[in-house]
């Protein structure tokens, strides 16, 4: 029987404290700008956010939430490269939010059908984990691409730096594979350093989440 991502992860994103921790997150990964003298600024004329993946209406709905708290005027593009997700979002973002500019876009990250420099934030969770250390290269490519200069990016991932980690890295990858359907990859802490040091990004790794060697990061770009 094929595994429905959409659904499987509906359980978790369903409980009230995933929309508790999406807040909390967002907000955590923008105040650690201030860690690298970065201040970020949502009233820029224009300002368009992208949120790079999406487990469901649930998460597109908070990150909307979010931005539009910063900037009503916000240009909101809600990304990922399943269908059902998208649709979801759209049938319930239509409803609260049907003055707002949502757009939605079947997408696969590393090949982003955006223009050079035509975001300003990029925002997504537990996303890099469905990539190799090469494919996350293309991704961060991409997102430098359509990032313009001072565009930021906050998110979330595992990134281990100890045994334990590695152990916690075969719990999730078998989790992944046999409950989600979904094939995941195992980086460390160093890694995802070199990754977004080789793609010109200055950055600072706010710390961690809830989870074990689940930590956050927040991404400025600066030239």
Known sequence: MEINY?????????????RKYLRWAYKKCI???KKI?????????????????????????EFVSF?????????????????EQLEQSKIVLSKKYDKVNIKYLL?????????????DYIETDGFLEYFSKQDINIVLKEWNRILKKGGF???????????????????????GKE??????????????IKAFNDNHFLFVSGGGTFLPTYRRFSLYKHL
Not at 6 to 18: A, E, M
Not at 37 to 59: M, P, Q, V, W, Y
Not at 179 to 192: P, T
């Open 107 to 119: 997408s696969d990250a590393m090949d982003i059908s955006l223009k050079n420099q035509y975001v």
């Open 179 to 192: 409950y989600l359907g979904a094939r995941l990859y195992a980086h460390s802490f160093d890694d995802l």
């Open 6 to 18: 959409y659904s499987r992860f509906k359980i978790i994103s369903n409980n009230h404290l995933w």
């Open 67 to 83: 931005v539009l708290s910063h900037n009503k005027k916000a240009r909101i593009i809600i990304l990922d490269i399943a269908s």
């Open 153 to 175: 990016i906050t998110l979330r991932d595992f990134a281990r730096n100890s045994k334990f980690g590695k152990i916690m890295d075969i719990v999730r990858i078998f989790i």
């Open 31 to 33: 105040e650690d700008f």
């Open 37 to 61: 003298n970065r201040n970020i600024d949502f009233s820029k004329k224009g300002f368009t956010a992208l949120l790079c993946g999406t487990s469901g209406e649930i998460t597109s709905e």
